[in-house]
Nanobody, 116 residues
Framework: QVQVAEYGGGLVHTGGSLRLSCVASGEISTIKKISWHREAPGKKRESVASISSRDGLTYADSVKGRFTISSDNDKNTVWLQMNSLKPGDTAVYYC??????????WGRGTQVTVSS
């Protein structure tokens, strides 16, 4: 079993920055990928960025050049640095750990609000 928890959400103005943290615990050696997703009101949850040994770093087109995903060596913690934030980035941000056997573990999410 793996547990993940997100930290770092908040309220910022347009153009501001936030750094989200995803902390994994439990059987972290089974994790093959950690990804960030977001869900805005009335919209489907979408993938934002991911990090894995196989695929490296991936980003949604909407955040390329503004968001950076990184991790510590053990992938115990994964960060999402978000710069040049826009009102369209407002959403609940979720962290997901995907294991080698294909199980996904989701956190409860953290709210990011960007005011115009």
């Amino acid at each position: 079993q793996v547990q993940v928890a997100e930290y770092g959400g908040g309220l910022v103005h347009t153009g501001g920055s936030l750094r989200l943290s995803c902390v994994a615990s439990g059987e972290i050696s089974t994790i093959k990928k950690i990804s960030w997703h977001r869900e805005a009101p009335g919209k489907k949850r979408e993938s934002v960025a991911s990090i894995s040994s196989r695929d490296g770093l991936t980003y949604a087109d909407s955040v390329k050049g503004r968001f950076t995903i990184s991790s510590d060596n053990d992938k115990n913690t994964v960060w999402l640095q978000m710069n040049s934030l826009k009102p369209g980035d407002t959403a609940v941000y979720y962290c997901c750990a995907n294991t080698r056997i294909g199980t996904d573990y989701w956190g409860r999410g953290t709210q990011v609000t960007v005011s115009s």
